[in-house]
């Protein structure tokens, strides 16, 4: 399910779809407190309700987290939204 344009992710507001995978979808999003583009990773809406795949996006998030690296993205949320999971 790709997310409308102007659909709020807490302060992230989507701009566009940059693609999907297995465990989700990312988005090109504008960071509303920031005034910022950012890239948000958002996790598939069928696994919404699923714990242990709660669990895994979460632990992705805090894994990336943990690297500083100038090749890698670095990672500055991890949120819940409605029923929306994203990093």
């Not at 807490?10 to 504008?30: A, K, Q, T």
């Not at 709660?54 to 500055?76: D, K, M, N, W």
Request: glycine content about 12%; hydrophobic content about 40%.
């Amino acid at each position: 399910m790709i997310l409308p344009a102007g659909t709020f992710l807490g302060p992230y507001e989507i701009v566009e779809p940059l693609g999907s995978g297995g465990m989700g979808e990312g988005y090109r999003e504008r960071n509303a407190r920031l005034n910022r583009d950012v890239a948000i990773k958002v996790l598939a809406p069928h696994m919404a309700d699923d714990s242990t795949a709660l669990l895994r996006f979460e632990r992705e998030g805090q894994a990336l987290a943990a690297l500083s690296h100038p090749g890698i993205v670095g990672i500055f949320d991890v949120g819940r939204h409605d029923h929306s999971a994203y990093v």
